[in-house]
């Protein structure tokens, strides 16, 4: 079968770091999205990882290792209109594309 | 921002009825899905077109056609409404060149509601 698992919530402190995990269960893996998406908004892209390692844009940054079948988004610096919630999303030949159920960020002051 | 609309982006309606929402777009891209989003469920995928005419199932397609004749234009039909198709539909727009990108442009969302 195929599954993505992602923490339902995470709460952290306004200038700190945080990272949101997902691992993935999937045949014919081709890569590891993120969106972030606000409370009655649409989603929008934030990165995309084909190949194992970092990739970083800015105050963010995703990470994936294609052997553990695992990433995760690395927000820094973290400000209050990042919260948000995120969802990872994994395209494969098996399912075109499956997205977690999502992670609920917030952050307190 | 991508130019993607919806339409309508609030509906309600009655178990039975047919309902058809619409997505249209200005950016030419090749690729066009339609996603469900409820809570705790993330986003699920319904139908996809990779071009005019050319339409797959996704992951919960059943209940759900779809049609493009147009570039710009990919409609999503419920045939005969269902209280378990009330949810937020998305559509979703992906640039191509030699093969199908990634990023995905979501349009504002249609909120469904079947009584």
């Known amino acids: 079968g195929q599954s993505l698992e992602q923490p339902s919530e995470v709460t952290a402190v306004e200038g700190a770091i945080v990272q949101i995990n997902c691992t993935y269960q999937?045949?014919?893996?081709?890569?590891l999205s993120w969106y972030q998406q606000h409370d009655g908004g649409a989603p929008t892209f934030l990165s995309y990882?084909?190949?194992?390692g970092l990739e970083e844009t800015g105050r963010f940054s995703s990470f994936l290792s294609r052997s553990d079948s695992y990433g995760y988004l690395l927000l820094q610096e973290l400000q209050m209109k990042d919260s948000a919630s995120y969802f990872c999303?994994?395209?494969?030949?098996?399912?075109?594309?499956?997205f977690g159920s999502g992670t609920r960020l917030s952050i307190r002051p | 921002d991508a130019g993607i609309t919806q339409s309508p982006r609030h509906k309600v309606t009655e178990t039975g009825t047919p309902v058809t929402l619409r997505c249209h777009q200005t950016?030419?891209?090749?690729?066009m899905y339609w996603y469900r989003q409820d809570p705790g469920h993330g986003l699920r995928l319904i139908h996809y077109?990779?071009?005019?005419?050319?339409?797959d199932k996704g992951e919960v397609s059943d209940g759900y056609s779809v049609s493009r004749s147009k570039t710009e234009d990919f409609l999503l039909t419920l045939e005969s409404a269902t209280s378990s198709q009330t949810s937020v539909y998305f559509c979703?727009?992906?640039?191509?060149?030699?093969?199908?990108?990634?990023?995905?442009?979501f349009g504002p969302g249609t909120r469904l509601t079947v009584l």
């Open positions: 999937t045949s014919g893996f081709y890569g």
């Open positions: 999303a994994v395209y494969s030949s098996a399912s075109k594309i499956i």
């Open positions: 077109s990779y071009g005019v005419k050319d339409t």
């Open positions: 990882n084909g190949l194992d």
């Open positions: 979703a727009i992906s640039e191509s060149r030699d093969r199908e990108s990634y990023e995905q442009f």
């Open positions: 950016e030419n891209h090749r690729y």
